[in-house]
């Protein structure tokens, strides 16, 4: 299955993902993205800057400190919900999602985990 596939079959389990999108940490670029909602390249690149920003936080240094480095984040707005994951065995590989504030947030989790885990494996 293509990142492209993968990423639509989040969308299509979870309705409530307005945006799916993998991205290239390191070089802080959405590779490939789906979604409901139709979004610009700037807003992408918002989104990732986003994720960085989220993960390279000075107040996550006490995060690292007390539990290990974080591989998730999630900001909660008026809006919308961003959930931002982080590869385990690559950390410059991210799923950045937009989601509703009614989404099943322990199934979504679940289900982006296994999506970016198989996209960074290649399968």
Do not use: W
Not at 6 to 28: E, H, N, T, W
């Amino acid at each position: 299955m293509s990142v492209a596939e993968s990423l639509g079959a989040v969308i299509k389990a979870y309705p409530q993902a307005r945006v799916v999108a993998f991205a290239d940490l390191s070089s802080r670029m959405i590779l490939a993205s789906q979604g409901r909602d139709d979004v610009t390249q700037e807003h992408l690149d918002r989104l990732c800057q986003q994720a960085r920003a989220s993960f390279d936080d000075p107040l996550f240094a006490l995060s690292v400190e007390a539990f290990g480095e974080p591989h998730g984040s999630m900001v909660v707005g008026p809006d919308n919900l961003r959930v931002f994951l982080r590869s385990e065995t690559d950390p410059a590989d991210a799923l950045c999602c937009i989601c509703d504030h009614s989404i099943d947030l322990t199934g979504f989790v679940a289900k982006i985990r296994e999506t970016l885990d198989s996209i960074t494996a290649g399968t």
